[in-house]
């Protein structure tokens, strides 16, 4: 049953948004139930779709009236819940506010609506020589007011960093529904670097409304290595090798033989028949750099014994080579009828270790892991295959998975690289950090959202009750009291 | 000694075993504080906070202390917590390209490590500065176009709240979105909201070679071909680490140069043809041109930031000028005009404070801000009810909330921050 709170709602809504901007229907309320991450499920009291910053303020400020839980969705392609609507809540889809407001090629920057595709930002600075450089796999589709709740990565962000380094200025609504800015767009900040605190929050500390995007000149040379190997760890060498000599390359993947053969079937990227591991490397820069480290990669992947070889300089013949990487997860999802991806971090120089670990793991439960990662930053993507008919080879599956993130823990690692915590890795949580961590990271929930009605239940395993601060006063400030200063 | 002052040392010398008494060399804008108290790990500096917080005493983290006298006074400071003795470099994973320090190691200490496995901290800052008091006043030098502020480098941060809680995020993985991310916020804050003991940042490669290209531009010329000429080097595939600007005085000639950094062939090749960009008169060389800023320093007393959208660097030194004018006088302009922020350094003078009003009346946008970094006490009073040292700072409130989450008893540098935070 639809919560009472929410659905009494629907009518203010609508006054906000307009009725054909006000889901009601119960079956067309489903269709918002999970994002990325179908194992997550919820339907929502109420689907708004504002078209304005100024509707999602009033949207927020009629919730926090009624004390009615908000989630903000952006393309829903998230892979930890995290946009997972709340029952007894208003889901308000952003999909709508998708306007390039501007580009300033001079300034490096962008100001979008945070409905628009992360590609999209790309392709309008592109006349410009310019690019956006976080891209994440799913790029085509995902949203940036996505990509700034999740800190998104990419395969490129090895060199060129994650959306938070590229987030120049956020407007957005608090959880108490003001307007506000956070940074403007210098990329200088004044204060309190709350900008940086929202970026990566997950949904949780209010939802932006425009964003201030960095842009990059757009790389002069980029060149594409693949090497076969017969071995994760000889391709695993080769990666050391090259970060080693002090290059830093746009990308390092690596996939192993069961995500080859998968990728090879869906997608025919023509990828070396046979080996056990293949590893892309990209470098990008100004021409005269690029030539170099590109003759030093080549020389250190053969050393690292490469049985095979391949460069591509066009961008089709890179788009080819890429497609069979990116095209990984899905292709993989044909080898069996479910799957689970999992995001862990591990130092890059535990990777060999860590790979062995999985793979005994895997060996010992019987349930097949296929493993794609981004090697150059210990970014593990093992996909654990299992067959959801069987409820035994589930819940195999599922203790598989968390015993590869206690791996990547006890590595000195992370539970998340990219995809965020979300619903789905909360309770892993306080295995990475102490009770007195998470309660320190909550205080910033308590400042932004006391009442935790935005996007409650992610993130943190136990929320924190944000009753009154017990502060200590002492005697105002002169200049206070005088009214030329405020205190806080 | 009252009888209430032997308590309080009594406390805080059980919780801290180096603890003197605070003299006038230990004074912060004319406060001296009590006590100075030098903790050797996190659990000493975590015991020190817990025991300055049941005694209600004012604290104030110090590094090297070479930005203390900049911004605003506190309000008060009954204890200075001295990092110096928390000087180690913890953890150095070459291969990882990270590395974990503590928060009072001072920068030269760090590189000097680091460099012997050819990696850096991609920060150019003052190597006599604590690593603690860059990220905590987050200083940056020109590099600061090609890898940002200390808090796009920092990837963990082991911090004592101001109750003594120790409390960590981030890790030492580069990639990392689990949990919220302290560093940022505490990147900056100046020591309000809590003491920062510990720091994990991402690293470099050394470069194998580098170039200085720089050009001076004539005196008299129009701001916009300044303007032009920056985005050029900035907005350029060449990959600039810096672009630097430099002008002793408005009207005068105007310099800029741009730092190259790469391969010993890679940079040769760059560097030509970043001189085309710069014009004919450019010059290349492997050595900062004279006038390169070595660190950020308020020699004249009073240091200015101007921020600012690229697009907007020839309204920004024509604003510049014409606030001189009208005040009479004849700042030095300089800093990272490629990444959007100039320095604006004046003497004390009874025009000065008119001087940062006019600049933030002319530049009023909300793309950008005037903020005085350093300034005597008799600007700040006459900038007090125009701004303050701050100028406009957004999102005010959330801040105001987020300090008093952290700090609710307002001990943790009070008053040192923007607004009397």
């Known amino acids: 049953m639809p919560d009472a709170k929410a659905t009494a709602l629907t009518g203010r809504m609508t006054g906000i948004c307009g009725?054909?901007?006000?889901?009601?229907?119960?079956?067309?309320?489903?269709t918002y139930e999970c994002d990325g991450l179908t194992s997550h499920r919820a339907t929502p009291a109420l689907v708004v779709l504002p078209g304005t910053a100024e509707e999602v303020a009033a949207i927020v400020t009629a919730c926090a009236e009624n004390g009615v839980p908000f989630v903000a969705r952006g393309s829903g392609t998230g892979l930890s819940g995290g946009a997972v609507p709340h029952e007894e809540g208003v889901l308000i889809a952003m999909s709508r506010m998708r306007k390039i407001i501007e580009v300033d090629p001079v300034a490096r920057r962008a100001v979008v609506e945070p409905g628009v595709t992360n590609l999209a930002v790309t392709e309008a600075a592109r006349?410009?020589?310019?690019?956006?450089?976080?891209?994440?796999?799913?790029?085509?589709?995902?949203?940036?007011?996505?990509?700034?709740?999740?800190?998104?990565?990419?395969?490129?962000?090895?060199?060129?960093?994650?959306?938070?380094?590229?987030?120049?200025?956020?407007?957005?609504?608090?959880?108490?529904?003001?307007?506000?800015?956070?940074?403007?767009?210098?990329?200088?900040?004044?204060?309190?670097?709350?900008l940086g605190a929202f970026t990566g929050s997950e949904g949780t500390l209010g939802i932006v409304t425009k964003i201030v995007v960095k842009l990059t000149p757009a790389p002069e040379a980029v060149h594409l290595v693949l090497a076969a190997y017969d071995s994760l760890a000889a391709g695993g060498r080769a990666v050391s090798d090259i970060i080693g000599a002090g290059i830093v390359p746009a990308a390092i993947e690596m996939m192993d033989a069961l995500s080859i053969e998968a990728a090879e079937a869906a997608v025919h990227c023509g990828y070396p028949e046979g080996a056990s591991a293949v590893l892309l490397v990209e470098l990008d820069g100004p021409a005269a750099e690029v030539e170099a480290e590109l003759a030093t990669v080549r020389t250190l992947c053969k050393a690292a014994g490469a049985t095979e070889i391949r460069a591509a300089d066009d961008p089709a013949q890179r788009a080819g080579i890429w497609a069979g990487r990116k095209s990984a997860f899905a292709a993989v999802g044909r080898l069996s009828p479910a799957y689970i991806v999992q995001d862990g971090v591990v130092p890059r120089t535990a990777l060999g270790d860590v790979l062995a670990r999985i793979s005994a793991l895997s060996e010992e439960s019987g349930i097949r892991v296929a493993n794609v990662f981004h090697a150059g930053d210990g970014n593990l993507h093992p996909l654990v295959l299992y067959n959801d008919a069987s409820l035994a080879e589930t819940e195999a599956a599922e203790e598989l998975s968390g015993a590869i993130l206690d791996t990547c823990i006890a590595y000195g690692g992370s539970i998340t690289g990219e995809h965020g915590v979300g619903l789905d890795k909360s309770r892993y949580m306080p295995k990475m950090f102490t009770a007195e961590d998470l309660e320190t990271m909550q205080?910033?929930?308590?400042?932004?959202?006391?009442?935790?009605?935005?996007?409650?239940?992610?993130?943190?395993?136990?929320?924190?009750?944000?009753?009154?601060?017990?502060g200590k006063r002492r005697a105002p400030h002169p200049a206070v009291a005088a009214g030329q200063a405020e205190i806080f | 000694m009252t009888a209430d002052s032997a308590v309080v040392t009594k406390a805080l010398a059980a919780a801290c075993s180096v603890l003197r008494?605070?003299?006038?060399?230990?004074?912060?804008?004319?406060?001296?504080?009590?006590?100075?108290?030098?903790?050797?790990?996190?659990?000493?500096?975590?015991?020190?906070?817990?025991?300055?917080?049941?005694?209600?005493?004012?604290?104030?983290?110090?590094?090297?202390?070479?930005?203390?006298?900049?911004?605003?006074?506190?309000?008060?400071?009954d204890l200075v917590v001295d990092m110096l003795r928390m000087d180690a470099v913890l953890e150095h994973a070459a291969g990882d390209l990270v590395a974990r320090v503590q928060a009072g190691a001072r920068v030269v200490t760090i590189l000097g490590v680091l460099a012997a496995a050819g990696q850096e901290i991609a920060l150019d800052v003052p190597g006599t500065a604590t690593i603690g008091g860059v990220v905590a006043s987050g200083l940056c030098g020109p590099r600061r176009l090609r890898y940002g502020s200390p808090r796009d480098l920092l990837i963990g941060i082991t911090i004592v709240r101001a109750d003594g809680t120790v409390a960590k995020s981030g890790g030492k993985v580069v990639k990392n979105v689990a949990g919220y991310d302290l560093g940022k916020l505490f990147a900056g804050s100046a020591g309000t909201l809590g003491l920062i003991t510990e720091a994990t940042f991402r690293l470099h490669p050394l470069p194998a070679a580098r170039a200085f290209v720089s050009t001076t531009l004539p005196v008299g010329g129009p701001a916009a071909d300044v303007a032009t000429t920056v985005a050029a080097a900035a907005n350029s595939p060449l990959v600039a680490s810096a672009v630097e600007l430099s002008r002793h005085a408005p009207g005068g000639p105007v310099s800029i140069g741009v730092l190259l950094e790469g391969s010993a062939d890679g940079v040769a090749a760059r560097a030509e043809r970043m001189a085309g960009l710069l014009g004919e008169s450019a010059e290349v060389g492997d050595q900062a041109p004279?006038?390169?800023?070595?660190?950020?320093?308020?020699?004249?007393?009073?240091?200015?930031?101007?921020s600012f959208w690229l697009s907007a660097l020839g309204e920004v030194l024509d604003a510049i000028d014409a606030a001189a004018r009208n005040a009479g006088i004849a700042p030095m302009v300089y800093g990272s005009a490629g990444a959007g922020v100039l320095y604006v350094s004046c003497r004390e003078e009874p025009a000065t404070a008119g001087f940062v009003s006019a600049l933030r009346a002319a530049l009023s946008s909300p793309r950008g801000g005037v903020a005085v970094l350093a300034a005597p006490a008799s600007v700040r009073s006459a900038l007090a009810d125009d701004g303050g040292m701050a100028?406009?700072?957004?999102?005010?409130?959330?801040?105001?909330?987020?300090?008093?989450?952290?700090?609710?008893?307002?001990?943790?540098?009070?008053?040192r921050f923007p607004e009397g935070i």
């Open chain 1, 19 to 30: 009725a054909p901007n006000v889901i009601t229907d119960p079956l067309e309320l489903r």
């Open chain 1, 443 to 470: 205080l910033v929930r308590c400042a932004f959202d006391p009442a935790g009605l935005c996007n409650p239940g992610k993130v943190f395993p136990t929320p924190r009750l944000c009753g009154e601060v017990p």
């Open chain 2, 21 to 77: 008494d605070g003299s006038a060399g230990d004074a912060v804008g004319g406060v001296v504080p009590s006590f100075v108290a030098s903790p050797g790990d996190t659990s000493e500096a975590a015991a020190l906070l817990r025991a300055a917080a049941e005694h209600d005493l004012a604290v104030l983290p110090r590094g090297s202390g070479s930005r203390l006298g900049w911004g605003i006074p506190p309000e008060r400071c």
């Open chain 2, 391 to 415: 100028g406009s700072v957004p999102a005010l409130s959330l801040m105001r909330a987020v300090k008093d989450q952290f700090d609710p008893g307002h001990r943790m540098a009070p008053g």
């Open chain 2, 290 to 306: 004279s006038w390169w800023p070595v660190a950020l320093e308020a020699d004249d007393g009073v240091l200015i930031r101007v």
């Open chain 1, 127 to 194: 006349p410009f020589g310019m690019f956006y450089a976080p891209d994440p796999s799913s790029q085509v589709i995902c949203s940036v007011g996505g990509n700034v709740a999740e800190n998104s990565g990419g395969a490129h962000c090895l060199k060129h960093g994650f959306t938070v380094n590229h987030v120049m200025g956020l407007e957005i609504v608090t959880p108490a529904g003001e307007l506000t800015w956070l940074g403007d767009g210098t990329g200088v900040i004044s204060g309190y670097d709350l």
